[in-house]
């Protein structure tokens, strides 16, 4: 075989490489968050650079809310939509908000956030568990945003949750994963898929995230507040495909020292 | 009659229903969901319920969102 019957078939067969949460298969490991976006136009071009096929929305008084065009543009690019809890701060009010949603959108998918600290947004761990025992019972596919603690996440996968998506850092943060070892052990600790949502700064930080093994990145503001959003949601496109196919590929063990790539057998004494 | 719709003291004729106050406060949107109570009331049911003095009600559009 030459190296030229090689390289499509290796393109084609990595270019196959689904996952799939609660029983419905993505060929894209990127979720993509609405919040922040600056324009509808603006949503549609990084929707569509993205790749994405799940997008997160959200519900607000109908007075507050953006124009009923967002779903129109949501629905044209074809992709699932994720409703989410986000600024809920007791179990009550989460699945509250999740049932409200599902009778909005007609769709029993939640991203449950239960927020404990308004500075921070870090969820809190006994509300988080507590709705999401409850959602699950109702017939809901969650999608739990958590802490990178694996002993919770491990938890929640028991409790029934479709996947766990632990953060790297704060919300809107862009600090980037702050604990890669929790988010390496979370993935050991659940057979879920697991989803790096919240923290993605940059490229590279979706890449970490593959490489660490999660499944998928969640991120919105990441690409919806930079500079040129249709251009980082390619980015990140490319760095969760980048990131992926890294860790199949098998990365080189780390050394202390240096390791000659070039043989010494055969060096001339000059 | 006097009820208190997202967050803000509403008047609205006795006898309304949930379908009624959406609506007058739907903003257009077709996904819409209702809370009444601290209840979801679902959309089949909106024609049928009626409101009363005192309740509180949160009518809630889709928007954007992380």
């Given at each position: 075989m030459t190296t030229s019957e090689l390289a499509p078939?290796?393109?084609?067969?990595?270019?196959?490489?689904?996952?799939?949460?609660?029983?419905?298969?993505?060929?894209?490991?990127?979720?993509?968050?609405?919040?922040?976006?600056?324009?509808?136009?603006?949503?549609?071009?990084?929707?569509?650079?993205?790749?994405?096929?799940?997008?997160?929305v959200a519900l607000r008084r109908v007075e507050a809310s953006s124009s009923a065009s967002m779903l129109e543009v949501l629905d044209r690019c074809g992709v699932r939509l994720l409703p989410n809890t986000a600024g809920c701060r007791t179990a009550r009010e989460a699945v509250l908000t999740a049932r409200l949603a599902r009778e909005a959108f007609g769709t029993s998918w939640v991203k449950l956030e239960v927020i404990g600290d308004e500075h921070t947004l870090l969820p809190d761990a006994v509300e988080l568990l507590d709705a999401a025992e409850q959602l699950v019972a109702d017939g809901f596919t969650v999608l739990p945003y958590t802490t990178d603690d694996p002993v919770l996440g491990r938890r929640l996968a028991d409790a029934g949750c479709a996947a766990v998506m632990p953060l790297g850092s704060p919300i809107g943060s862009g600090l980037g994963i702050r604990n890669p070892h929790n988010i390496a052990l979370l993935r050991e600790a659940v057979s879920v898929p697991v989803v790096l949502d919240a923290g993605i700064g940059t490229a590279s930080d979706a890449a970490l995230a593959m490489e660490l093994g999660c499944d998928a990145v969640l991120l919105a503001s990441a690409v919806t507040r930079a500079r040129d959003p249709e251009r980082m949601a390619l980015a990140m496109r490319s760095a969760v495909e980048g990131g992926r196919l890294a860790l199949r590929a098998g990365r080189i063990p780390r050394r202390v020292h240096a390791q000659a790539s070039t043989p010494m057998l055969g060096l001339p004494d000059l | 009659m006097q009820l208190t719709v997202n967050g803000s003291p509403t008047p609205l004729a006795d006898g309304a229903t949930v379908a009624d106050l959406v609506a007058e406060r739907g903003g257009g949107h077709d996904r819409v969901a209702v809370a009444l109570n601290g209840d979801v009331v679902p959309r089949s049911s909106w024609p049928a319920t009626r409101l009363s003095p005192g309740d509180t009600v949160e009518v809630l559009a889709p928007t954007a969102g992380g």
């Open positions: 078939a290796l393109g084609q067969q990595e270019a196959a490489d689904p996952f799939s949460i609660g029983g419905e298969t993505f060929s894209s490991r990127l979720l993509l968050g609405t919040g922040g976006v600056p324009s509808l136009e603006v949503l549609e071009r990084a929707v569509r650079a993205s790749g994405t096929q799940l997008v997160t | -």
